[in-house]
């Protein structure tokens, strides 16, 4: 069972270059941010089951709290090996992973379309989420990718450095690994926003292009702009972090996005060059929305499947038949220049993955016949568990435009 965690991280070097004036000469333990709706102080936030601290080098301690919180920090802690350790103190009914620590294992987007969009293994984060959680201290200069690889593994919410010294955590909570890739199926347009070197590419996808907001004093105004824009529902926001962006920043971005009404968002490795993720899903989408020849177009509608087989292996499958299937339609396009509309096929796929009965209607009779026998002669998957799947699947087919 997957515990909720809550993370709060806390440093023993300087702040970000746009910290208050007043503070800015400070040692901060932790990044360092305006006190605001966003923030809870350490105090009056409710008690950790644990406090980790990831130091500058890497290096994980951890040690429990006392039943009785005020906000103070254990004095003592003990070593942990790496993160697989970790995971396994604060929620030992979880799975080891083979290389905790690793972030170039992720894959940003499948290049084969049936596979629809993907996401790397991401935390879920809530705002104020009421659950156990563990405390972490780090240095606000640290790595986000390490942090971002911690708060996926265990969960949690990010500490800061309030004005006057005082210690507080972020409102939003983390939930590891919640979820690991979401397919075209179930995914409509969503929002990416990218933490790079030079600033935050906020993506709009799967077509609405990048915005750019260069790090500064401005950032959280020019951000929450663009956010805010969404409206306060919040759209399915992803957040990245690159390799050459720090705790602090990712913390300046938490907090200008909570402005903004996000109460929901998702926190992963950053996926590769925002501009090449932008253009691979835009051709991507333009991949599912149809198939097509010189003359014309099919786009395949969504299986409606009983039977113990994944409507994405029945869709991925039936794509492979995309040519096959457009030749059925463009011969009788020849003849009828103005034919277009929705074959409606039923067909068994028997428990070795063959077809056993195949049925179509709808758009000509001569259409309709040719695709039940494409259909006919598809192999698919074996279904799980022995059955049989019945099918229904709808393909739309309509004259190219030129």
Same mark, same amino acid.
């Given at each position: 069972?997957?515990?909720?965690?809550?993370?709060?991280?806390?440093?023993?070097?300087?702040?970000?270059?746009?910290?208050?004036?007043?503070?800015?000469?400070?040692?901060?333990?932790?990044?360092?941010?305006?006190?605001?709706?966003?923030?809870?102080?350490?105090?009056?936030?409710?008690?950790?089951?644990?406090?980790?601290?990831?130091?500058?080098?890497?290096?994980?301690?951890?040690?429990?709290?006392?039943?009785?919180?005020?906000?103070?920090?254990?004095?003592?802690?003990?070593?942990?090996?790496?993160?697989?350790?970790?995971?396994?103190?604060?929620?030992?009914?979880?799975?080891?992973?083979?290389?905790?620590?690793?972030?170039?294992?992720?894959?940003?987007?499948?290049?084969?379309?049936?596979?629809?969009?993907?996401?790397?293994?991401?935390?879920?984060?809530?705002?104020?989420?009421?659950?156990?959680?563990?405390?972490?201290?780090?240095?606000?200069?640290?790595?986000?990718?390490?942090?971002?690889?911690?708060?996926?593994?265990?969960?949690?919410?990010?500490?800061?450095?309030?004005?006057?010294?005082?210690?507080?955590?972020?409102?939003?909570?983390?939930?590891?690994?919640?979820?690991?890739?979401?397919?075209?199926?179930?995914?409509?347009?969503?929002?990416?926003?990218?933490?790079?070197?030079?600033?935050?590419?906020?993506?709009?996808?799967?077509?609405?292009?990048?915005?750019?907001?260069?790090?500064?004093?401005?950032?959280?105004?020019?951000?929450?702009?663009? #956010?805010?824009?969404?409206?306060?529902?919040?759209?399915?926001?992803?957040?990245?972090?690159?390799?050459?962006?720090?705790?602090?920043?990712?913390?300046?971005?938490?907090?200008?996005?909570?402005?903004?009404?996000?109460?929901?968002?998702?926190?992963?490795?950053?996926?590769?060059?925002?501009?090449?993720?932008?253009?691979?899903?835009?051709?991507?989408?333009?991949?599912?929305?149809?198939?097509?020849?010189?003359?014309?177009?099919?786009?395949?509608?969504?299986?409606?499947?009983?039977?113990?087989?994944?409507?994405?292996?029945?869709?991925?499958?039936?794509?492979?038949?995309?040519?096959?299937?457009?030749?059925?339609?463009?011969?009788?396009?020849?003849?009828?220049?103005?034919?277009?509309?929705?074959?409606?096929?039923?067909?068994?796929?028997?428990?070795?993955?063959?077809?056993?009965?195949?049925?179509?209607?709808?758009?000509?009779?001569? #259409?309709?016949?040719?695709?039940?026998?494409?259909?006919?002669?598809?192999?698919?998957?074996?279904?799980?568990?022995?059955?049989?799947?019945?099918?229904?699947?709808?393909?739309?087919?309509?004259?190219?435009?030129?």
């Amino acid at each position: 069972m997957i515990r909720s965690l809550v993370m709060v991280v806390l440093a023993a070097c300087a702040g970000g270059k746009d910290a208050p004036p007043s503070e800015a000469s400070a040692p901060s333990p932790a990044p360092r941010v305006a006190d605001g709706t966003a923030v809870l102080p350490l105090g009056k936030a409710p008690r950790p089951t644990h406090v980790v601290w990831l130091d500058a080098a890497g290096a994980l301690s951890i040690a429990p709290t006392d039943k009785v919180w005020t906000g103070g920090l254990p004095a003592a802690k003990q070593p942990v090996v790496d993160l697989n350790a970790l995971a396994q103190l604060v929620s030992p009914d979880e799975p080891a992973v083979r290389d905790p620590w690793s972030f170039s294992s992720s894959r940003a987007l499948e290049t084969d379309a049936e596979r629809g969009f993907e996401r790397a293994p991401a935390a879920l984060g809530l705002r104020d989420l009421d659950e156990p959680y563990v405390l972490l201290l780090a240095p606000p200069q640290t790595a986000a990718k390490r942090v971002v690889e911690l708060t996926r593994r265990v969960g949690g919410r990010f500490g800061v450095a309030l004005p006057r010294a005082q210690l507080g955590t972020l409102r939003v909570v983390f939930r590891p690994d919640a979820i690991g890739s979401v397919t075209d199926e179930t995914r409509g347009g969503w929002v990416e926003v990218h933490l790079g070197k030079t600033g935050i590419d906020v993506l709009s996808l799967p077509a609405n292009g990048i915005a750019h907001v260069a790090w500064g004093k401005a950032m959280p105004d020019e951000l929450r702009a663009i #956010v805010g824009g969404f409206g306060k529902e919040g759209p399915k926001l992803d957040v990245f972090a690159a390799d050459d962006v720090t705790h602090q920043q990712l913390v300046d971005t938490l907090v200008a996005l909570d402005a903004a009404g996000v109460t929901k968002l998702f926190l992963g490795p950053s996926p590769g060059p925002p501009h090449t993720r932008h253009a691979s899903i835009t051709a991507l989408v333009a991949a599912q929305r149809g198939d097509m020849t010189d003359t014309a177009v099919i786009v395949l509608g969504q299986p409606n499947a009983q039977g113990d087989l994944e409507k994405t292996l029945i869709r991925s499958t039936i794509r492979k038949q995309s040519k096959a299937l457009l030749a059925c339609y463009d011969t009788q396009l020849a003849k009828q220049p103005d034919l277009r509309g929705t074959v409606s096929t039923q067909f068994f796929i028997t428990p070795m993955g063959t077809v056993a009965a195949s049925s179509a209607s709808g758009v000509d009779q001569a #259409v309709a016949d040719c695709i039940a026998g494409v259909i006919k002669a598809v192999e698919f998957p074996k279904p799980k568990g022995g059955g049989g799947v019945q099918v229904n699947y709808p393909f739309t087919f309509r004259p190219r435009e030129t």
